[in-house]
């Protein structure tokens, strides 16, 4: 005869094993649902974030060549601040547009540009520490990195937003090509690229999720 021990166990294993099916399901049905986390109005203030970080730099850094640290400083701010502003709203608004699948669909936004996001922190680390003569290739990687992440978005967003991820991935290759003529560092080969490819992400989420949906 089985023990107490034995008996009991049976229903817990049954609960493991029907909460693992949940959230295999929830899984399954975030993936299989259009992402509505991200607003246009946040997509263009990222924009402006860009054009007003090369604007001061612009203004404040004499030369960013010889000054790569306060150039990708500068950068990095940038970068974490437009991530704050987007954190925030996909939260509130995938509350508002997915309910009990909302942290699901978080995950899996996140998930889909993370490895782009964590390649550019490290790419840009080794170049720092291990071939800083190679700095001047980090703004057009930046921006091919950022293409790859928005594709590997695709299947969850706007099909159109394949069309930002195309300038990205155009633009980081023109930076490289124009930077190689002189190995310098340009506030604008950082600023404008990015200040055109959130300006087109914020039309293509505007247009996709109609009027009644820009003010989410």
Same mark, same amino acid.
């Given at each position: 005869?089985?023990?107490?021990?034995? /008996?009991?166990?049976? =229903?817990?294993?049954?609960?493991d094993k029907? $909460?693992?099916? @949940? #959230?295999?399901?929830?899984?399954?049905?975030?993936?299989?649902?259009?992402?509505?986390?991200?607003?246009p109005?946040t997509?263009?203030?990222?924009g402006?974030?860009? $054009?007003?970080?090369? #604007?001061?730099?612009?203004? +404040?850094?004499?030369?960013?060549?010889?000054? =790569?640290?306060?150039?990708?400083?500068? *950068?990095? @701010?940038?970068?974490? +601040?437009? !991530?704050?502003?987007?954190g925030?709203?996909m939260?509130?608004?995938?509350?508002?547009?997915?309910?009990?699948? %909302?942290?699901?669909?978080?995950?899996?936004? &996140?998930?889909q540009? $993370? =490895?782009a996001?964590?390649? !550019?922190?490290?790419?840009?680390?080794?170049? *720092?520490?291990?071939?800083?003569?190679?700095?001047?290739?980090?703004?057009?990687? *930046?921006?091919? +990195?950022?293409?790859?992440?928005?594709?590997?978005?695709?299947?969850?967003? =706007?099909?159109?937003v394949?069309?930002?991820?195309? *300038?990205?991935?155009?633009?980081?290759?023109?930076? /490289?090509?124009?930077?190689?003529?002189?190995?310098?560092?340009?506030?604008?080969?950082?600023?404008?690229?990015?200040? @055109?490819?959130?300006?087109?992400?914020?039309?293509?989420?505007?247009? %996709?999720? !109609?009027?009644?949906? &820009?003010?989410?």
């Open positions: 005869m089985p023990g107490w021990n034995e /008996v009991l166990a049976l =229903p817990m294993r049954d609960l029907a $909460l693992a099916d @949940i #959230v295999a399901i929830r899984s399954q049905i975030a993936a299989g649902t259009a992402f509505r986390g991200y607003g109005a997509m263009a203030a990222t402006a974030v860009a $054009l007003i970080t090369a #604007v001061l730099q612009f203004w +404040l850094l004499g030369d960013p060549t010889g000054e =790569p640290l306060g150039f990708f400083i500068g *950068w990095l @701010i940038a970068a974490v +601040l437009s !991530g704050l502003i987007i925030i709203e939260r509130a608004r995938s509350q508002r547009h997915h309910s009990g699948l %909302a942290d699901a669909m978080i995950h899996q936004a &996140v998930e540009f $993370l =490895p996001g964590v390649a !550019g922190v490290l790419l840009a680390v080794v170049m *720092w520490k291990f071939a800083s003569e190679t700095l001047w290739l980090l703004p057009g990687l *930046w921006q091919i +990195l950022v293409s790859l992440g928005i594709f590997a978005s695709v299947r969850s967003l =706007p099909r159109t394949a069309l930002a991820g195309a *300038w990205y991935f155009v633009s980081g290759f023109a930076v /490289v090509v124009l930077a190689s003529r002189t190995h310098t560092l340009s506030p604008w080969t950082m600023g404008l690229p990015f200040v @055109i490819g959130q300006s087109v992400m914020a039309a293509i989420l505007h247009f %996709a999720s !109609g009027d009644n949906d &820009v003010e989410d």
